[in-house]
Structure formats: structure tokens, C-alpha cells
């Protein structure tokens, strides 16, 4: 999800039903551009990363960057510097796809070809490769269980993984191609996956109940890339890219196993990525990032004035630069945004 570097060629492929756009690109370097949740303006930026594609919040003041070269490099946010940076396995020329860090503290990673890497962040050491499928597409973790959940992007299911042991637990066929997953926060029972076929399919497991995907009586209406849970009243929203239009939209839903409502929002660019944090704002800030035509990042802010399927546009901001990934760290007063540099 996430090659060969042609000298000085910028290609973009801009696929119907993609999880994610790519990027290749010879001068392969990346910014982070750090905007304050108080008023969003652009307060610092620190470029020069090299090859970096994925961003996680390792915790207070500090930034884990996966680069497309297998290196991992944790930042001091408030310093501005790489405190440490380590090879964690070997390159698939276009970076590393997901990562998530589950309820034991370590990092999963999706990695080259079927492998997920486990990093213990704890110590900097890579605990074990292995391969939960055929080509695992994304994963998440829950937040209350040792257990993540992934999508292959090569046969079309959704899988569970046991932490203890890295064994994988279950699989469950999907009809359609599978394009992102996420799993409820509170509790943990509920898993959602979103598709990137044409009709923008969304499929639940209820762990309580069943191991098996089923439809949900809903869809977006256009292929899926991004699934995320905001708030904690089983609400979650689905970035539309809609790549044939001049903009895409989100899907708001709210249920897991019925479907109380559903409602689409228009917004600029096509979207690709989004965070939410519930710290800042009223009921906290959606952050939505898009790729405008012209190949640059627009970060549309949704607030929530009365519930999280109402929200409304706060904010818009220009960057300069292909976007890349996009994290809120738990304190709420940044959002922090990956482009090309």
C-alpha cells in the first residue's frame, strides 16, 4: 500500500478503487509541518526527512516516522531532531503500508510483500517478522484486547491476530476488495472495513456474536479509503476520494450492527487520510486530509457542534507538498501533517 526511483520523474498513480494514491518521486524527502489545534496556523515545520511515508504518536513530544528505506526514526517534537533512528526490515521501494501499536506497547508494521514487523518500542528491537496472510492491506489494534485486525488486499478477507503469540486467530471472505479497517474504541467488540468497489461497501463483525463479515445496510456510494471511529458513540466516518470528480466526500455513519443514520459531507480535495481528537474543540476536531488536482495537501478541519454526525467546517488549510499522513497526539494542541518536501 504504500519502486523504482526514476530520475527526475514525479508520477502519480491516481487508481479507481486504490487504498491509497502512490508516489515516486528521484529527490525523496519529506516535511512535517506542525499546526496549532488553537487556531490553525502553521507554527514550525522540519524537513529534509528522508523517504518518510507513515506517521504514529509515540507519546509525549515524540513522533515515530517510518521511512520507504525500512527505517524507523523517533522525533523530538519540541526539539526538532531525530533522537533515534534504526533499520527495522528491508525495503519495498515504496515504504512501508499500516502500522498500529497494540495494547502490549509494540509496534506492528506492515512491511514488504505478506510480512508484519513487530518493533518493541520499549527498546528499539525488532521482535519478530511474520505473515498473518497472503498481503495483509491495513491493520489496527484494539485498544482493550491483544489483538489486531487486518484486511488482505490479495484474497479479499479480514483477519485477527493474537499478540501473545503473532498466530492468526481467524479469517473472514469479503466479496469486494477490501480497503481500510478500524475497530470501535470503546469495548472493542465491533470491527468495520470499508471496500473500494464501486458501490463503496462497508462490512461489520461482532465479535460477541460471530467471526464472519457481513454487509452492512449501508455504503458510500463510491470506493472507500479510510475508516475511523470518532467519539464514542458508534459513530464512524468514510473518506470518499471520488477521483472522477473535482472533490470527494466523507460518509458519516452511525452503528455497528443497525444503521441509525447516515450523512454525506462534501469537501475540498479528494480525501485520503483523516485523525480525529477528541481534546480539542467541542466535541474534538475531524482533520481531513485531501490531494488537491494541482498535487498539493488541503487539511479540512470539522468541528462537531452538536453531535458527530452534524459537523461543520472550521477550518481549511493549503500546504504545499503531496500528502502523505496526518496524526493529532492525544493532548490535542497540534495537528501534525507529513507531505513530500
Same mark, same amino acid.
Given at each position: ?8 520523474? /514525479? ?6 478503487? +486504490? ?14 509541518? /506542525? ?25 509525549? &513530544? ?61 527498546? &528499539? ?14 491493520? +489496527? ?24 503469540? &503473532?498466530?492468526? !486467530?481467524?479469517?473472514? !471472505? ?20 470499508? +471496500?473500494? !468497489? ?16 457481513? /454487509? ?6 463510491? $470506493?472507500?479509503?479510510?475508516?475511523? $471511529? ?8 468514510? +473518506? ?64 462537531? $457542534? ?16 503531496? $500528502? ?18
Amino acid at each position: 500500500m504504500k519502486s523504482v526511483f526514476v530520475p527526475f520523474l /514525479f508520477l502519480l498513480i491516481l487508481a479507481l478503487g +486504490c487504498h491509497e494514491v502512490m508516489e515516486y518521486q528521484s529527490n525523496d524527502q519529506s516535511r512535517l509541518t /506542525f499546526i496549532r489545534s488553537s487556531d490553525f496556523q502553521v507554527e514550525r515545520s522540519m524537513g529534509g526527512l528522508q523517504q518518510g511515508r507513515a506517521l504514529l504518536s509515540g507519546g509525549s &513530544n515524540e513522533i515515530i516516522l517510518l521511512s520507504a528505506d525500512g527505517t524507523l526514526s523517533r522525533i523530538d517534537s519540541e526539539d526538532m531532531i531525530v533522537d533515534t533512528s534504526y533499520t527495522i526490515g528491508g525495503s519495498s521501494g515504496t515504504g512501508y503500508g499500516d502500522a498500529a501499536i497494540a495494547t502490549n506497547g509494540n509496534l506492528y508494521v506492515l512491511g514488504p510483500g505478506s510480512q508484519v514487523i513487530e518493533v518493541n518500542l520499549a527498546t &528499539n528491537i525488532v521482535e519478530d517478522h511474520f505473515s498473518p496472510g497472503s498481503k495483509p492491506g491495513s491493520i +489496527c489494534a484494539s485498544s482493550t484486547m491483544g489483538r489486531l485486525y487486518f484486511t488482505d488486499s490479495s484474497e479479499d478477507y479480514i483477519g485477527e491476530i493474537w499478540t501473545s503469540n &503473532n498466530h492468526t !486467530n481467524f479469517t473472514s !471472505n469479503t466479496l469486494f476488495p477490501l480497503a481500510d479497517i478500524m475497530i470501535e474504541p470503546i469495548g472493542g467488540r465491533h470491527v468495520i472495513a470499508v +471496500c473500494s !468497489n464501486d458501490a463503496g461497501s462497508i462490512y461489520g463483525i461482532w465479535l460477541n456474536l460471530s467471526e464472519t463479515a457481513r /454487509f452492512l445496510q449501508v455504503s458510500t456510494g463510491s $470506493p472507500c479509503s479510510k475508516v475511523i $471511529p470518532i467519539g464514542s458513540d458508534s459513530v464512524y466516518v468514510v +473518506c470518499c476520494p471520488n477521483w472522477s470528480s473535482a472533490n470527494g466526500y466523507l460518509t458519516f455513519v452511525r452503528g455497528y450492527v443497525d444503521i441509525e443514520s447516515s450523512a454525506r459531507f462534501d469537501v475540498t480535495g479528494h480525501p485520503m487520510d483523516m485523525c480525529f481528537n477528541l481534546s480539542s474543540g467541542y466535541l474534538g476536531y475531524l482533520y481531513v486530509m485531501s490531494k488537491t488536482d494541482s498535487g498539493n495537501t488541503v487539511i479540512t478541519v470539522l468541528g462537531f $457542534p452538536y453531535s458527530h454526525t452534524e459537523p461543520e467546517v472550521i477550518a481549511v488549510i493549503n500546504i504545499d507538498g503531496f $500528502p502523505r499522513d496526518v496524526i493529532a497526539p492525544s493532548d490535542g494542541e497540534y495537528l501534525i501533517v507529513l507531505t513530500s518536501d
